[in-house]
Every structure is written in structure tokens, then in C-alpha cells.
């Protein structure tokens, strides 16, 4: 199974990609954790990306397509995987068209989260990530001990792109602009599956169950 996972930040993909996941046996794979992983362990890919996801811009699709070839490529992907984060505008969803076409596979379900702006942006400042797992907690629903993750142990914090309320507004105006114009492209193919994000995690993961 191959799935795409779209909404704007804070519709809650992070989440429900990792328990689609799990469900299906299935790789989440998010481009973000990527990017923040090689800002993290100061990798040259990270060096390359820093000031773009610290700024709320993209990269560069070249680079960002790169990438996310070579990750599909990796060996542990034989179930499927869920992809979060990619494509994020016209040019990104050509390239995998043409990853796809390469492996001789196809995209089985695009997935829309969708949120208001407004429900979305106090997500987004209120969320925080464990820097060792990548798993979502809000502020106010905190891990049960001491911001330690309750899955690994990691360090649960304010992932760097959420600081400032400028540079995530822009992420929004991106999203807007040039991710959400992909909902035509996968509706054309018949794929396209639109959730109301707007309900508790277990109902919107309900939702998106059935839709499968
Ligand atoms: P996300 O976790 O998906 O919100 O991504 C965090 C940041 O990583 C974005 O604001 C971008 O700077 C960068 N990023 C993630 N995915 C992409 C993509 N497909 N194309 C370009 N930049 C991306």
C-alpha cells in the first residue's frame, strides 16, 4: 500500500501517519523528520536545508526530490510506506510520478487532513516532538512524565520551525498557495480521500480507516 498524506500543519499527519502505519505494516516516511534529523546530527544534507525549514520555506525541489528517491529506493519499503510532507507543490508530484513509473508502482490513496487555519495554527504552537522517536504530544496533552516521550524516552520538545509564529503562518500561506491545488491532480486519478481533521485522533483515524 502506498499512500500520501496531505493537510496543512497541524491537521495532525505526523500522528496518524505513524498509526496508519502501524496498522497497515506499512514505513511512515515524512520528509520533515528527515530534514530536522540532518539538522540534528549537523549532516551535510542538514547543513544544505537548515535555513529553509528554520525560515518556513521550502527546499529546493531538487534537493527535496533527491531525497526522497533515494529513500524510496531503501530496501524496507516492500509493503508500502506512507508518505507525509511530499509533494508539496506541482513540480514535486511530476517527480514522483516519475519515481513511481521507475518502480513500476502506483499511488493507491491520496489523503487530505483537513483543518480551519485557525484550528491549525494553535495546533502548531502548542505541539511539541520527541527529538529521539519523532512523536507528536501538545501541550496539553503532555507525556505522562517530565516531557521524556512515553514511547522512547526522548527528549519531548518545541520542534525549531514552531518558535516563531511569522515563519509558521508562512508554512500555512505556503501550504495554501501550492501544496493544496494538488487535491485536482489526485482527484482526476480517483484517489483523493478528503477527512475532516476537526475531532478527536481515534475518530479521525476511524475515518481514514474506512476511507482506506
Ligand atoms: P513539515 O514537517 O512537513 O512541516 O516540514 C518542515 C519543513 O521541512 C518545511 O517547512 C520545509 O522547510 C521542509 N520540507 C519538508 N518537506 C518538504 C518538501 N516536500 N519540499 C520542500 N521543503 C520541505
Not at 178 to 183: D, G, R, S
Request: with cysteine; hydrophobic share 35%; charged share 30%.
Amino acid at each position: 500500500m502506498r499512500i500520501l498524506i496531505f493537510g496543512p500543519q497541524g491537521a495532525g499527519k505526523g500522528t496518524q501517519s505513524a498509526r496508519i502505519a502501524e496498522k497497515f505494516g506499512i514505513v511512515p516516511i515524512s520528509t520533515g523528520d528527515i530534514f530536522r534529523w540532518a539538522i540534528r546530527v549537523d549532516s551535510e544534507l542538514g547543513s544544505q536545508v537548515k535555513q529553509y525549514v528554520e525560515d518556513g520555506r521550502l527546499v529546493p525541489d531538487e534537493l527535496t526530490v533527491h531525497v526522497v528517491r533515494e529513500r524510496l529506493e531503501q530496501d524496507d519499503l516492500a509493503n508500502g510506506w506512507i508518505l507525509d510532507g511530499f509533494p508539496r507543490n506541482e513540480e514535486q508530484a511530476h517527480a514522483l510520478d516519475r519515481i513511481m513509473d521507475d518502480q513500476d508502482l502506483q499511488i493507491d490513496a491520496a489523503l487530505i487532513l483537513s483543518v480551519p487555519q485557525d484550528v491549525s495554527l494553535r495546533r502548531i504552537l502548542g505541539r511539541r516532538v520527541c527529538s529521539n522517536c519523532g512523536r507528536n504530544y501538545h501541550i496539553d496533552t503532555p507525556p505522562q512524565v517530565n516531557w521524556t516521550c512515553d514511547t522512547c524516552g526522548g527528549e519531548v520538545i518545541k520542534r525549531t520551525d514552531d518558535f516563531d509564529e511569522a515563519a509558521v503562518r508562512k508554512r500555512l500561506d505556503i501550504y495554501h498557495q501550492q501544496t493544496e491545488p494538488l487535491k485536482a491532480y489526485y482527484e482526476k486519478r480517483g484517489i483523493l480521500h478528503t477527512i475532516d481533521g476537526q475531532a478527536s485522533q481515534d475518530e479521525v483515524f476511524a475515518r481514514i480507516v474506512e476511507a482506506l
